[in-house]
């Protein structure tokens, strides 16, 4: 179960990157115009941090799953 739940993590994380790269891409795009529209280059920065918070979010989820796994594996060698 816990295998499931770090993989199910890992791919959120997958998707979050997507779309950050994507992000990135279509800033980078505005970017190169001659008069950027400040308020798409503002909206598509605030995404770029909300993806970057969520981001960080899965990834401390990852590691408490991990820990986890961790720890069971340990009891596991010490019982057997």
Do not use: C
């Not at 998707?15 to 980078?28: D, F, T």
């Not at 799953?65 to 009891?75: K, N």
């Amino acid at each position: 179960m816990l295998t499931a739940r770090k993989s199910e993590l890992e791919i959120q994380v997958q998707s979050v990157q997507q779309a950050q790269l994507q992000l990135e891409n279509i800033l980078a795009q505005l970017l190169e115009l001659p008069s950027p529209p400040d308020q798409q280059i503002q909206a598509i920065q605030q995404s770029l941090a909300t993806l970057n918070s969520e981001l960080d979010r899965l990834n401390q989820q990852i590691a408490a799953v991990q820990r986890e796994m961790d720890e069971i594996s340990s009891i596991i060698q010490n019982n057997i």
